[in-house]
């Protein structure tokens, strides 16, 4: 008789797979890529080393994972704000401040899917998610075009750009030593520096016309 898997074998095994998970994310928003180890993962999750392979072929398929759980939350968070009603001059300057408020609440975590040196696994869904961005942008840019308050040129081009002008404006940020030297703000950036200049530059970058300054009733 064969052996059958069963259903409560089935939910045990993905619970398990999710704790993995959650240790794994939990130590790279702590310490990084290079802080995930599999013995001290399993340590962690409480588990025998052997059993992380079950799960996964080794840590560069755990570490990808992570990568892509954690900036498939930024990609639907950044399309949630590009995709809201409204002028495309506003949802962008709101798309950039808010993905910046974001690496800048979570930077180890933030530094680490952006540019720290990875497995080629990663290095895939690194690529890969700098494509969804991209996408994102090229949308925008498309409705923007549209209606007259954007004149981008060649909008994947464009779009491509957008998502290297964010990672170079934020890695700087959100070194380490730039973490370091935190507590000494004179000679730290602001987050509302960072985003600001993020903001001004994307905008211009599009050709974005001014926006109509408001006028009280």
């Known amino acids: 008789m064969a052996y059958r898997i069963t259903a409560e074998r089935l939910d045990r095994d ?19 890529f290079a802080a995930l180890t599999m013995q001290g993962l399993a340590e962690a999750a409480g588990i025998a080393t052997g059993s992380l392979y079950r799960h996964f072929a080794g840590k560069g398929a755990l570490a990808a994972e992570v990568f892509a759980r954690a900036s498939q939350r930024e990609v639907e968070a950044l399309a949630a704000c590009l995709g809201a009603p409204g002028d495309p001059r506003a949802r962008l300057a709101s798309g950039l401040a808010q993905f910046a408020g974001r690496a800048w609440h979570r930077r180890r975590l933030a530094f680490a ?3 720290e040196p990875v ?7 690194r690529l890969r998610y700098r ?11 498309e409705e923007g075009r549209a209606q007259g308050v954007f004149d981008p040129g060649p909008i994947p081009l464009v779009a491509a750009c957008l998502v290297g002008a964010i ?4 890695v700087g940020p959100l070194s380490p030593p ?13 987050l509302e520096s960072v985003s600001a200049a993020l903001v001004t530059f994307c905008l211009r970058a599009v050709g974005a016309r001014p926006l109509a300054p408001e006028t009280s009733p």
């Open 131 to 141: 494509e969804a961005y991209a996408g994102l942008f090229v949308e925008l840019l």
């Open 178 to 190: 730039a973490r370091a030297s935190a507590d000494a703000p004179c000679s730290a950036p602001t």
């Open 167 to 170: 990672a170079e404006a934020l």
């Open 14 to 32: 993905q619970a398990q797979r999710e704790r993995i998970l959650a240790c794994a994310a939990q130590r790279v928003g702590e310490g990084g």
């Open 113 to 115: 899917l952006i540019a």
């Open 119 to 125: 497995d080629p696994e990663v290095d895939e869904q």
